[in-house]
């Protein structure tokens, strides 16, 4: 059986509406509980990279335990969802990744293994400070050229907020995706100091990028299309979600913030029949899904590897 796995950026409300204090983040709550249906009723298990900052709030860090403990793999999405990750001085890069990592480690009691950036905002500098933290691997490669309609979607969604200038700064980053490589590849750090093991987004041979979203945007039948054809091009599937992906539109309540995600007009139950699908043509093409770092372990296992992680 081939494995897969299921990422879930979990880009939170509290972290859309600039952290706020003492804030009950339903993405950590009733949002999350959504997501948690689908993996006990079919019996596996998510990756859940989570933003740092998040895990200052304790209720939040509890459910984050409560996860871990559940056999859910917790990675890192950084400290504070920097969008321009990529461009920030080495030094800022890293106190992205450290603080990320050491709040993780200490709320589950295990150092995260895996990564993926903000806005898949990848660096040299942001996969050197992963080696020097012991990662195993990163999932920040979007090497597709919908980058481009997503950068522009962006910049557009957040004219007037105060990220419209990390998103705009990202232009110097979208032909650096359209261009990096389709399939898994090792990072090697310059002096010599260790490897980081890579798994770019599944992409089919046109280079068009397959994550959950994007069904929102093509439609679910134009969406199972390129699922089917992404499981069959990929040398490592995933499937990336985000935790808007499980909001329903009474979660929210920032127009704002509404607007900039029309995913969240769409009713919660016409969200689960979709993903419900997406699930059932896993288990028609024979997969079974693991974590990120299973799948990982799995890909740069093979002999054309020649390395083990």
């Not at 293994?113 to 806005?119: L, R």
């Not at 969604?157 to 419209?164: E, L, M, R, T």
């Not at 959950?212 to 599937?237: D, I, M, N, P, Y």
Request: glycine share 6%.
């Amino acid at each position: 059986m081939n494995k897969i796995a299921i990422g879930i950026h979990f880009d939170s409300l509290g972290e859309a509406y600039n952290f706020p204090e003492n804030f009950q983040d339903p993405s950590f709550f009733k949002i999350m509980d959504r997501f948690l249906e689908f993996s006990s009723r079919r019996k596996f298990q998510y990756t859940i990279y989570v933003i740092g900052k998040d895990l200052e709030n304790e209720a939040n860090a509890a459910q984050v335990r409560k996860w871990a403990a559940m056999g859910h793999e917790i990675g890192s999405h950084s400290w504070s969802h920097h969008v321009d990750l990529s461009l920030l001085t080495k030094e800022e890069v890293y106190e992205q990744v450290y603080k990320a990592h050491e709040i993780i480690t200490r709320t589950t009691g295990v150092e995260p293994k895996g990564f993926v950036a903000p806005g898949w905002a990848y660096s040299d500098d942001v996969y050197n400070s992963l080696i020097s933290l012991n990662y195993k691997y990163d999932t920040s490669v979007f090497s597709s050229w919908v980058m481009i309609p997503q950068y522009f979607f962006w910049i557009v969604n957040f004219i007037g907020s105060p990220k419209f200038k990390r998103f705009f700064r990202r232009g110097a980053d979208v032909m650096k995706s359209v261009f990096a490589p389709k399939d898994p590849f090792v990072y090697h750090e310059a002096n010599g100091n260790g490897n980081l093991y890579v798994l770019p987004i599944p992409i089919t041979k046109a280079r068009i990028a397959c994550w959950h979203s994007l069904g929102f945007v093509l439609g679910w039948k134009s969406h199972f299309k390129l699922l089917r054809q992404s499981l069959k091009e990929s040398k490592a599937f995933y499937y990336t979600m985000h935790a808007g992906d499980m909001i329903a539109p009474s979660d929210l309540n920032n127009e704002t913030f509404s607007r900039r995600m029309p995913r969240s007009k769409v009713s919660i139950e016409e969200k689960k029949q979709m993903f419900e699908r997406v699930l059932d043509i896993f288990e028609e093409n024979g997969m079974e899904i693991v974590t990120c770092h299973e799948l990982a372990k799995d890909t740069f296992s093979r002999q054309e590897y020649e390395i083990q992680i």
